[in-house]
């Protein structure tokens, strides 16, 4: 229709939410653009709304009111609470997994059974919701060994412990209430050897198209010192994930995982963020992430 402004809603508040509503922004339709809630960046791309990214009510009534043409969700707190899916059931359009896809990374037990039984490389692993349960199972398979919360924990539910005594009390610390109910359980992961990157894709339910890969730094310190963070920064392309390596991961991680998903009964739509542990040219799957990263996008 000649005239007529798309309007683009972006949920969230960090960097990746800022890169999302700068890159639509320079769309050749120059859409009109919200961010629920924004910061100071996005504030000057469009509109900032005083709506928190986890207010699924309020987003609803928002795009009620608004009509949105096109609604992308970057954090992955909503998509894992179902925001897709309530918007998508009142008929908008939107970027981002429904609820059981968004499992991917709302669950890390639930990813790691996908995985297993799909065939996708990953680490062994075990699951408890015991604390002697898992420093028994500790003692016995030795360390460097990951504890891992199961549920969402805003990128620092993960310790790669170093010593026995480090992952006893990483699991005593998350079944002890540190991440609230996404540590309720533990899942308890072989420490991989290698190299990191991050490979980001867009999925259709059916097609895979691998964006650019990335290599992320987490730890709050220099020197790769300190504990884990959501992401102090990273760069572009990771040289680590070579053509062959790239061709594995479509094959093996988004060909199998996708596959998998679909005998369940989910259809994944939106990004699926691949983190991979790269050893002597093989990709092994650390997590899955069910948005874009941040600060990878």
């Known amino acids: 229709m000649k005239g007529y402004i798309m309007k683009v ?3 969230g508040n960090g960097g ?3 890169a999302l509503c700068w890159k639509l922004k320079n769309d050749s339709r120059m859409p009109e653009i919200f961010c629920a809630p924004g910061n100071a960046g996005t504030a000057q791309l469009g509109t900032n709304l005083s709506i928190s990214a986890t207010d699924i009510q309020g987003l609803l009534t928002w795009a009620q009111a608004n009509q949105p043409d096109l609604t992308v969700i970057g954090p992955e707190a909503p998509l894992c609470a179902g925001l897709t899916d309530e918007l998508e059931k009142a008929g ?5 997994p429904r609820k059981a896809a968004a499992e991917l990374e709302g669950s890390k037990k639930f990813a790691k059974e996908i995985m297993a039984a799909a065939g996708v490389p990953t680490a062994a692993c075990a699951v408890f919701t015991d604390a002697e349960s898992a420093c028994s199972y500790v003692r016995k398979r030795g360390a460097p060994i990951v504890i891992k919360a199961d549920g969402l924990a805003a990128g620092k539910g ?4 170093e010593t026995v005594e480090q992952a006893e009390a990483a699991i005593k610390d998350a079944l002890g209430g540190a991440f609230g109910d996404a540590g309720s359980r533990v899942v308890i992961e072989d420490f991989l050897v290698g190299e990191e990157a991050s490979i980001l894709a867009l999925i259709d339910g059916e097609h895979v198209v691998m964006l650019a890969s990335s290599q992320d730094h987490k730890r709050v310190f220099d020197g790769d010192q ?3 963070t959501g992401g102090m920064g990273a760069y572009s392309p990771a040289p680590i994930a070579t053509e062959s390596v790239l061709e594995i991961v479509r094959r093996e991680v988004y060909g199998r995982t996708l596959a998998e998903l679909k005998k369940r009964g989910i259809t994944y739509k939106g990004v699926l963020y691949a983190g991979l542990m790269i050893h002597k040219g093989q990709p092994s799957v650390v997590e899955f992430n069910c948005r874009f990263g941040d600060p990878e996008t």
């Open 9 to 11: 809603l972006v949920v």
């Open 16 to 18: 990746r939410e800022h």
């Open 92 to 96: 908008f359009r939107v970027f981002g």
């Open 158 to 161: 993960v310790t790669v412990a």
């Open 226 to 228: 300190g504990p884990n």
